[in-house]
């Protein structure tokens, strides 16, 4: 029987974080503000066991989850590799977020663990969920002095397979709520031309003058937001996106070594055991998945998506936070 595993680390000044081996989920991420006042800024649960058991297991939330083998969606149920055709787990012909048992359903190993860094790691096995290849993944959790989170995914295979690994933490920087008071900003001017199943269909659209411009940092709730799940296509910015409320007086700003950020702002969470006893709203939290296109298995002049033996995947996103 595995194991749940549950691991708590510490910075010196203003974060905790709770990690769960179960999916190598966050469940919590306390930010302390300049007024001393703490805010759990990760939609969780209650417990870490809540998550192995309906009625969570009966959604589709990826709460706090690390997604692989590949975040996002594929089109067609398959993929090509040198000639050779792969099926992978699908529902009308979409595979989402590394299939049905992805990653965010298995049991890692922990790794290593310090007072303000944990490591989990996970072998996803050749043919599981369809993908080719022996994949050894980790997943890196730390707390900087700076007051960073950084979360780092690396991988190797023994042989070619699609990696496109991230993080699916759920943020509001109030703990409760609705995050359209929050203020938003995202350094990009390209996003995914998607269909109605939310497939991209290979073409980039211009964001000036949408509602996917988000250059400029305001209020989420404007007027034309209908809210996201959406891939934002990232400029030369240093910085990629950043997230501040007034309320609390937290900033968040998000760096990413990754071409795209999947953002996702859910109309309302649905009914479970959250930590803060549900005092969300409508659009209660807003996902930031910092990522490489999804479908870019399929789409031959979307960046490169896979991963070759000898090779090593990386994907470092950072999530700075500083105080009003």
Known sequence: MEKLEVITIKNKSALEMTISNFGATVIGLKVKNSKGEIYDVAAGLKNASDYLEAPYSNVKLFLGSSIGRYAGRISGGEFEIDDIVYKIENQDGVHLHGGENGFFKKFWSVKEVADDFVVLSYLSKNNEEGYPGNLNVEARFELTPENEVKITYTANTDLSTPVNLTSHVYFN????????DHELQINSDFHLDVDSQLLPTGKLNKSEGTDFDRNEKAKIRREDFKGYD??????????????????????MDIFSNQPAMVVYTPKEFPV??????DQ???FP??????????????KKHFP??????GENYLNEMIFAFTFK
Do not use: H, M, W
């Open 280 to 282: 969300y709203e409508k």
């Open 272 to 277: 479970l055991p959250f930590s803060n006893n």
């Open 230 to 251: 959406d891939t934002f296509v990232f400029n030369e910015n240093q910085l990629k996106a950043s997230l501040s409320s007034a309320e609390s007086g937290i900033n």
């Open 285 to 298: 939290a807003i996902c930031f998945e910092p990522q490489n296109f999804p479908d870019a298995p399929n």
């Open 173 to 180: 920087l109030n703990g409760k709520g609705s995050v359209l």
């Open 304 to 309: 490169d998506s896979i991963l070759r033996a």
